[in-house]
């Protein structure tokens, strides 16, 4: 597993609340892409050929995330289609949930100017990040048993199935 | 009806591929909201002590801005509930839509540091903001007549409806 | 004379304070930077093969910008030299200094990667806007004449002519 | 001593060129400011009460700082007077100067709204600052003997001794 993308607060972040302003948590999120895809695609991907543009974002604000804090933001990979897919955030301080996050991504390419399939070492990348993620898990369901419990495993599986057949 | 809000494009909103960075836009309808809440609030407000606050915001980049563009930012009212309401917005660059987005917002008591049923008068605000909207519609149906536009219309009497009712 | 660049203040701009933050002056001065050089130049020079770059950059904060303000950008050619040049800004609200700044620029050829010499249609028209600027101080003499002014004038005079022979 | 502020460059700080935007340095001399301060007055210090308020700020730029880059702060006292003070600040990538700058702020009574003479505590932190910067330099002199070691060691004692006395 991919370790989560820790994110230094500035004080610039913020606004006359005290508060890291909502528009902040966006750079945050492109932070741990910028991570996570480093590890995925290696160093030498040649992002201005095969390169990735956004076409939707979503921040979900529950907690406001201060200058003293120090939020760590993991990415999931939720769906893969032929051209686009989809990046899940979970932005945590000291493990609780302060925000929630997801982008739609298009595979582009940057010398045509042009959307594309998503390029094959990209996509089994994506597929490799999704299995790790249900891999962990199968893990956590393995060491637990309550009902509660087999209810969220079967959930999560059925979603994952969606994202499949999808 | 409140005048779009008129967005300067700034050097520093670029990113490395010329296009203004996806998180911008987030301050972009930061900007759209100051604008219509100074007109629909008067300047008089005190949002110290009743205020809102983020709970969600979605973007949709439908084309790249640029530095040499001019976007306005139409901002609508889509859903009033009884803490919480919906913004909706539309970026525009010579009257083509560039971005949409949508935001939901919480009441918030300032002082007492908690959620808040939305303060009568910016709840008949809100509505007064609504109504303008579905005025403007029924007006620019009025002066059309195609199936298309029938559609429309219909389509979105019933999505006001909605809101209301719910 | 060129008018100064018109800055539309951010909510994003704010700290903590409600103040603009100390940064975001530079990125007001680097508007003011391509309002300027949009007339100095035209819109056709082709800035990725003659660009320049910051040497120095220094921001003096005389008064806080506030949200509610609207602030505008006068930039003064102060010193041309071979290689870099040197410009000047006032940052001013409602007619009165809120911060003042000086940038020094090297001449960069964008291709090749190194400093040069300042193109010769960049250096013309810089020395026409460091003239724009001499005219309009010998015009505010003519119409005046305490001994203030006076002493104002020679010191004008005298910082000009260490530009030339610097 | 205190260890440099680590800046982490975000995706977001560049721009056209790759490079780190020129206003975003300032925000990196921020981030040391507060990085320091934390250890020179401690987490309890009332902010609110006694602040201080950036006068001026320069920068040097010397090489750009790329998003690849780990960039270190370290902030020097270099002047203190009655009310206000002066800092250094230099900015390295692997050990070497990338960029210069340097703050004059001053003290600043947050409840009053006026400036006010530096408070005790926070002059005897800087005093403390800035002799363990005098105590590094002679250590290092200690282990050194060539001519211009002798030279810059002469030149950096004037200049505290101008310091002291102006």
Redesign the interface.
């Known amino acids: 597993m991919i370790s989560p993308a820790r994110?230094?607060v500035?004080?610039?972040d913020?606004?006359?609340?005290?508060h890291v302003?909502?528009?902040?948590?966006?750079?945050y999120f492109?932070?741990a892409r910028?991570h996570y895809f480093k590890e995925l695609l290696g160093i030498d991907w040649d992002w201005k050929k095969h390169t990735v543009?956004?076409?939707?974002?979503?921040?979900?604000?529950l907690q406001p995330v201060l200058?003293s804090h120090d939020p760590e933001v993991s990415m999931y990979t939720e769906h893969i289609g032929s051209k686009s897919f989809t990046l899940r955030y979970e932005l945590k301080v000291n493990g609780i949930i302060f925000a929630k996050g997801r982008s739609v991504l298009v595979a582009f390419d940057g010398e045509k100017g042009v959307s594309m399939e998503i390029p094959l070492k990209m996509k089994s990348a994506l597929f490799h990040h999704l299995r790790a993620r249900i891999k962990s898990v199968i893990l956590w369901y393995n060491t637990s048993s309550s009902a509660l419990q087999h209810f969220l495993f079967i959930y999560y599986l059925l979603s994952c199935l969606i994202i499949k057949v999808h």
């Open positions: 994110i230094q500035r004080f610039t913020l606004d006359v609340l005290g302003n909502n528009n902040i948590y966006l750079s492109e932070m910028v543009v956004l076409a939707k974002n979503e921040v979900e604000y200058l």
